[in-house]
């Protein structure tokens, strides 16, 4: 799930998810495909995990939810989405 998220693949990751893949699994750094998508700048990835049950305030292991490493990777209108501009949003960022 974090190599979908890391290149943005959505198709990939929604074959995972129907197969019953979770979402909110982390790597090594306590960060789960959402912090991954984050920092990669993966919108339409951050909105199918989003969807799909993601923790939206989930912590890695430096401290950071999904907002803050997106707003630190400089991915300013992704971190604003992530920090509750999803819910009015949810439909029309791409």
Not at 38 to 51: E, G, S, T, V, Y
Not at 75 to 83: D, T
Request: charged residues 20%; hydrophobic residues 45%.
């Amino acid at each position: 799930m974090h190599v979908a998220a890391r290149k943005g693949n959505v198709e990939a990751a929604s074959v995972l998810i129907n197969a019953g893949a979770k979402v909110n699994v982390y790597d090594e750094h306590g960060s789960s495909p959402l912090h991954t998508a984050a920092f990669f700048n993966r919108k339409q990835m951050a909105q199918l995990l989003i969807r799909s049950g993601a923790y939206l305030q989930k912590k890695d292991h430096s401290g950071q939810t999904p907002a803050e490493m997106a707003a630190v990777a400089g991915h300013v209108e992704l971190a604003k989405y992530l920090e509750g501009d999803w819910r009015s949003m949810a439909g029309g960022m791409n």
